[in-house]
């Protein structure tokens, strides 16, 4: 059964650093990864979308990155703003299912 | 429209009363899939169709929960006998095609009291 970690649960920063957040998942055999974002009472935001065969995807400040191998993406922000203070969600197309596995978010405060 | 649509966004309830929650999908869009979010959690599958019929539905809790999608476009959560741990955030979600990029409605928020 396809779990998804997504570490730190939280983090802040000051505006202007760079961060990291990273997504794990445990069976390698997927389709692609979608990168979200979630405002507080709102839906999702597609952010980026990676194919199995990609290895990383940008997107203005954003840029993922992809090692199916060891079930591992990254979203890197460059540069972040307040207006980046959301939860960041990763979701994977299970290989054996076709629907979206989610992992618990990470929620970002951008302080300014 | 330009994304995909739900309505209500806001629904409150009394227990064991009966529930819908429509989700219009971007057209054109062949998948469509229903999640349920609790606070604090990430989206949990309900169920996803590929034009009218439902594909996958074993994330459905139990057999109060139903969903439809009559003319592969419009689909409907149907919830009978609502229960106070139904309360969640529901949402929908459609792709051009199973495995490509899903897009999300803002979701509706049921509230049973």
């Known amino acids: 059964k396809q779990e998804v970690t997504q570490i730190p649960a939280a983090l802040s920063v000051p505006e202007g650093e760079n961060l990291v957040l990273n997504c794990s998942f445990t069976d390698s055999a997927i389709y692609n990864l979608q990168w979200f974002r979630q405002d507080p009472g709102k839906g999702l935001t597609s952010l980026l979308l990676?194919?199995?065969?990609?290895r990383e995807q940008t997107s203005g400040r954003l840029n993922a990155s992809l090692d199916k191998s060891s079930g591992r993406s990254t979203l890197y922000i460059a540069a972040s703003q307040p207006g980046d203070s959301a939860t960041y969600l990763c979701?994977?197309?299970?290989?054996?299912?076709?629907?979206?596995?989610f992992g618990t978010g990470t929620l970002l405060a951008v302080q300014p | 429209g330009a994304g995909v649509s739900q309505t209500p966004s806001n629904k409150v309830t009394e227990k064991g009363k009966y529930v819908e929650l429509r989700c219009d999908p971007i057209s054109g869009h062949t998948a469509l899939y229903w999640y349920r979010q609790s606070l604090g959690q990430g989206p949990e599958f309900l169920i996803y169709?590929?034009?009218?019929?439902?594909?996958?539905d074993s994330g459905l809790p139990n057999d109060r929960f139903f969903a439809v999608r009559p003319e592969g476009s419009v689909s409907t959560l149907k919830i009978q006998r609502t229960e106070r741990g139904d309360s969640a955030v529901y949402l929908c979600?459609?792709?051009?095609?199973?495995?490509?990029?899903?897009?999300f409605g803002q979701g509706t928020r049921l509230t049973v009291v």
């Open positions: 990676i194919q199995s065969s990609q």
């Open positions: 979701a994977v197309y299970g290989g054996a299912t076709n629907k979206l596995i």
């Open positions: 979600a459609s792709s051009v095609y199973v495995n490509t990029e899903a897009f």
């Open positions: 169709f590929q034009g009218t019929g439902a594909a996958d």
